[in-house]
């Protein structure tokens, strides 16, 4: 398929997602109103429910949906059979907002941007001829916050389909992205040095994480897509203002950003154009690190006294708790010395200084962040 075909495939269903989107909750709330129970389905931590149900006689279905905990909620449509049906994750669902709208036409599209300006689509799965039936697109997994979503099904061609299928699976877990991250103010929370697994949909292009830089130092911000997209990071501080000299280098669909920050609280941003992916969703995920300052070359010295065991490296400008390691290689296989500092200077013995000159490869880890890359001294 050319670029430009693909780009109006995309624009069209996420048009489509948009309006059904609409449509759906709009009927559904009215219909609710007046005919419709809501049934609610509480999910159990790592296990899975099976739900078979009937359309209302609108072709429509509302279920409410407890999760337990925070964790990643996958939703499928079973054996659609090439009937036209969508399922759409919604975060709240008030019958009494569309009481009002008894027919939904264009004259209600003032009234519906208005009424759903806080209710946010978290993640659909459609089986349709527009999507040519695409069986990557009968399911959809999100990450979520413990709490209480609605999942409203329905029918898109009105046929004659009276019924369906989705089967609910919850996995609890904290190393998931939480929707909705779309916004610094409703970042995900995550800690340094741990993998997160996140995803980009038709309508989620952005997502946002906080994250705390505890000691000055490099910021390190990595991603990995699965699939090929249009990516860019940026990080923000505390007041939502752009950090400068963010640097992001990639190699093939992994990306690697490093600025360095004074300590405090920052925001990651991550986007994709999924207008110009092959792919309906592409998951990536995320880890955050923060490495300590390189030391520099005027801070070290090395006393080699030829035949004697009285071999040094002094070390100085160190902040008090500092571990400072000398290592034989720049792979840090062999460690030759360690020391913590309580003090600004640090003193390590060596045995091992050839009296010919030689490499030694030095670091330095601040507390509570990680150890700095190496510093190549010639003795």
């Known amino acids: 398929m050319k670029k430009n075909q693909l780009n109006f ?27 419709t129970q809501i049934d609610t389905v509480t999910l159990s931590k790592d296990k899975s429910k099976t739900l078979d149900r009937k359309f209302s006689s609108m072709g429509t279905d509302v279920i409410k949906v407890t999760v337990p905990a925070d964790g990643l909620l996958t939703m499928k449509l079973n054996d659609p059979k090439q009937r036209e049906i969508a399922l759409l994750l919604v975060n709240e669902f008030d019958i009494s907002q569309l009481e009002d709208i008894e ?34 697109m009968h399911s959809i997994s999100v990450g ?8 409203l099904a329905y029918k898109l061609d009105f046929g004659k389909n009276k019924s369906y299928s989705t089967k609910l699976s919850f996995k609890a877990g904290s190393n998931y992205e939480k ?69 992001v280098t990639k190699a093939k669909r992994k990306y690697t950003g490093s600025v360095y920050l004074p300590k405090g609280t920052y925001y990651v941003k991550v986007s994709a154009d999924m207008m110009d992916s092959m792919y309906d969703s ?15 070359s005027s801070a070290v010295k090395v006393i080699n006294k030829k035949g004697t065991n009285n071999d040094k490296v002094l070390v100085s400008n160190l902040k008090a708790g500092s571990t400072v390691k000398v290592y034989a290689d720049a792979s840090k296989k062999k460690l030759l010395a360690s020391a913590v500092n309580t003090t600004d200077k640090a003193t ?24 700095s890359i190496v510093l190549k001294v010639n003795y």
Do not use: C, R
């Open 179 to 247: 929707e909705s991250n779309n916004s610094a103010s409703k970042a995900t929370l995550i800690n340094l040095n741990k993998t997160y697994n996140a995803s980009f949909n038709l309508i989620d292009e952005d997502d946002y994480y906080k994250v705390t830089v505890p000691q000055a130092g490099f910021l390190k911000v990595y991603a990995d897509q699965k699939h090929s997209t249009k990516f860019k990071m940026k990080v923000l501080d505390d007041k939502k203002k752009t950090v400068k000299g963010f640097k």
């Open 103 to 136: 027919d939904f036409d264009l004259s209600a599209l003032e009234k519906l941007e208005s009424t759903f300006n806080d209710v946010e689509l978290f993640g659909y799965a459609i089986n349709s001829e527009l999507t040519w039936y695409d069986p990557s």
């Open 144 to 151: 979520l916050k413990k709490g209480t979503y609605y999942l």
């Open 348 to 371: 390590m013995k060596l045995k091992t200084l050839s009296s010919k000159g030689g490499k030694l490869y030095i670091t330095v880890k601040k507390p509570s962040i990680s150890e």
């Open 282 to 296: 592409v998951s990536y995920t995320l880890k955050t690190s923060v490495k300590s300052t390189k030391l520099k």
């Open 9 to 35: 495939f995309k624009m069209m269903l996420a048009l489509v997602v948009a309006f059904a989107f609409a449509f759906g909750v709009s009927t559904n709330k009215t219909e609710a109103a007046t005919t």
